[in-house]
Nanobody, 126 residues
Framework: QVQLVESGGGLVQPGGSLRLSCAAS????????MGWFRQAPGKEREFVAA????????VAANSVKGRFTISRDGAKKTLYLQMNSLKPEDTAVYYC???????????????????WGQGTQVTVSS
């Protein structure tokens, strides 16, 4: 019943921008920490950014800090990732994840999240 659906991915040139969305359903959105992870071919899934169930304290990986901004809209039950100044190294499938506020684990730990979306492809290329 729980569903996370990502959208907004696509092909963009280096230096361009994209805004990813993750629509959540089947869960109490305000009770879940939300995060973005990404996985490139041949690489492990890595943390990108996360925002607490409280709606504050956003955290971003060093590789995207200053370029990506995570936010959430409680009324729409939607998570966003604004990506600016995109680089070829940002190319990956981006996944939305939800973790209950009572679940143990740090905010950047994949095992802390209970639900995952199917991902949306982001390709940064000339």
């Amino acid at each position: 019943q729980v569903q996370l659906v990502e959208s907004g991915g696509g092909l963009v040139q280096p230096g361009g921008s994209l805004r990813l969305s993750c629509a959540a359903s089947g869960l109490s959105f305000s009770s879940y920490t939300m995060g973005w992870f990404r996985q490139a071919p041949g690489k492990e899934r890595e943390f990108v950014a996360a925002i607490s169930w409280r709606g504050g304290s956003p955290v971003a990986a060093n590789s995207v800090k200053g370029r990506f901004t995570i936010s959430r809209d409680g009324a729409k039950k939607t998570l966003y990732l604004q990506m600016n100044s995109l680089k070829p190294e940002d190319t990956a499938v981006y996944y939305c994840a939800a973790g209950n506020k009572f679940t143990s684990g740090t905010i950047d730990y994949t095992g802390r999240y209970d639900y995952w979306g199917q991902g949306t492809q982001v390709t940064v290329s000339s």
